[in-house]
C-alpha cells in the first residue's frame, strides 16, 4: 500500500494554512495580521489589500480556529473535490474568498481572517451533493435551517465570529450546489 495525494486542493491548501500558522506562531509575529486579514477599510492602490481579499482564508486566530476549520474542509473537501474536480473546487474556494473579503470590506468596519466562509461553503455543497433535478434534499433543508438559526443566534453575541462569512460561504455552496448539473454522467457548472 502507498499514500497518494488523492485530493490535491483540499491537501494544499490545508498544508498552506499549517504553514501559514507555524510561521505565526514561531517565527514571524503578527505575520497572519500583516498578510492575511482583511480589515474593515480597503486602499485601492494597495496591491497588498487585493491578495488580502483571496488570502484572508489561509490565516487563523490561533491553533484553534485553525484545526476546527481544517477537520471540516478535510473532512468535505475530499468528497466534494472528487465528484466535481480539483478545477471546480478552487474555483468556489476562491470565489468564496474573494466573496466574503469584498463583503466584510462593503459592510464591516472589523477585520475577517479564517476558512469560514470556505467550511460552510463545503457544509453545504455536501448537503446537496446527489440532488436530482426536480428535487431538494431534505439534507440540504435541514442543514440550512440549522445553519442560519445558530448563525442568527451567534449574530446576538458578541464573540469575535463572522457569521457574515459563514452566511456568505454557506449561501455561496447553496448557489454552486444549484447551478452544477448533471450532464453525460459528467458534473458540469452551468453558465
Known sequence: ?????????????????????????????????????????MSFVDPLDYFRLFSHVLGHTGWEHLLGN????????????????????LIMIAITALFTGILNVAIFSTGLLGASGVVFMLIILVSIVNMKKGEIPLTFLLIAAIFIGKELIGAIASDNVSQMAHVAGGTIGSVFGFSIRQTNGENELSA
Open 1 to 41: 500500500m502507498r499514500i497518494r495525494y488523492n485530493s490535491p486542493v483540499v491537501l494544499t491548501f490545508s498544508i498552506v494554512v499549517v504553514l501559514v500558522q507555524l510561521i505565526d506562531t514561531y517565527l514571524i509575529k503578527e505575520f497572519t495580521e500583516t498578510i492575511f486579514l482583511v480589515r474593515g477599510t
Open 70 to 89: 481544517l477537520t471540516f474542509v478535510l473532512l468535505l473537501g475530499p468528497i466534494l473535490e472528487e465528484r466535481y474536480g480539483s478545477d471546480k473546487i
